[in-house]
């Protein structure tokens, strides 16, 4: 079978194709033809070397994909040949808050990931994906969506009437956006360009603040909210965004703290935290359980994930160099 791996050494350049025997699955496993996968950020700083420097290579990216179930193992029983399926992130993490395992099962790092004509998984880290649904928008929801799902509608589930800020338009905060609009809420959504920030108004935002021209948006966030603030901030910036977003919450909101697109290291204020007597909570994606409450909602209201591109197989890394450039609006796909 057909694969990419990170071969001899991080960096782009070390991205190459590769040939791998097709997988016999074992007890308990399914063997997945993946139709379609797509990236996160997690996958660039991973080909980079910067999210885990002592990664063992070589090594298949990418943690999204959906496929079919090409055969399954003796014992398996959750799913069977011809059921279209998805990956979950953290194959071992079922439900509940993740267990220290749960952290070395994760696809694309330090397990292979979707970047391959088929993947191996276990009965237990695949779930069923919504009929309507096509490959590619369908290998869009393990992470970007599962992570938005978990930040809006977990612990504190967002209500109708609320405001949520999403921070960019990458695919986390789009699918922000789109959760939030069907629970009833308001959404602000930031960007450096306007005409990404008139797609997200075309797709139901309320309001929308340009970085770029208006760098102190958190003031103008509260300006939108008659100086109350967000009641929900998708916070994926990370360093250099992170004290702007306490400012921009409400008093009693909350933080999900998701990315690192602005670093990861920085000084803070801490007393806005007890100030405002915010709720900052760290999302590392979520459970199978999640996974499923997502895709039933995806299913109930025939919603569909924002696709921004879809490259062939053979040209991977220009999915990688458009993530890099932050160019996207939305999820970038790979068609298997």
Not at 121 to 146: I, K, N, Q, W, Y
């Amino acid at each position: 079978m057909k694969v990419f791996e990170i071969q001899d050494g991080f960096g782009l350049d070390h991205l190459k194709s590769a040939t791998r025997d097709v997988p016999e699955p074992g007890p308990g496993q399914v063997l997945v033809r993946v139709a379609a996968c797509s990236l996160n950020y997690r996958d660039l700083l991973t080909v980079e070397g910067v999210y885990n420097p002592r990664q063992p290579l070589p090594l298949v990216p990418l943690s999204d994909g959906a496929g079919r179930v090409e055969s399954t193992g003796p014992g398996v029983s959750r799913v069977k040949e011809g059921d279209r399926v998805a990956g979950i992130f953290a194959q071992k993490w079922l439900g509940g808050d993740p267990a220290p395992e749960v952290r070395r099962s994760t696809l694309g790092g330090p397990l292979d990931g979707m970047l391959a004509e088929y993947a191996l998984l276990s009965e237990e880290g695949v779930v069923h994906v919504p009929e309507h649904l096509s490959d590619e928008e369908a290998a869009c929801l393990p992470c970007a969506g599962v992570t938005a799902w978990h930040a809006l509608m977990s612990d504190r589930p967002v209500k109708p009437g609320d405001v949520v800020l999403a921070l960019g338009t990458g695919g986390v905060s789009i699918f922000a956006l789109q959760f939030a609009n069907l629970a009833g809420a308001r959404v602000i959504i930031t960007s450096s360009s306007d005409e990404k920030l008139e797609r997200a108004r075309h797709l139901g935002a309320w309001g929308t603040v340009n970085y770029k021209t208006e760098p102190e948006w958190h003031r103008r966030v509260m300006e939108m909210t008659d100086g109350q603030g967000a009641d929900h901030v998708v916070e994926v910036g990370g360093a250099g965004t992170l004290e702007r977003s306490f400012k921009a919450a409400r008093i009693g909101g909350t933080v999900s703290a998701i990315g690192q697109l602005s670093g990861a290291r920085t000084e803070l204020t801490v007393n806005y935290i007890f100030m405002k007597s915010l709720h900052v909570q760290g999302i590392f994606v979520g459970g199978r359980d999640l996974f499923e409450a997502m895709n039933r909602a995806v299913a109930q209201h025939g919603m569909r994930p924002v696709v921004d591109r879809v490259f062939p197989f053979d040209q991977a890394a220009e999915a990688f160099k458009l993530m890099k450039e932050a160019g996207h609006f939305g999820k970038i796909v790979i068609r298997v």
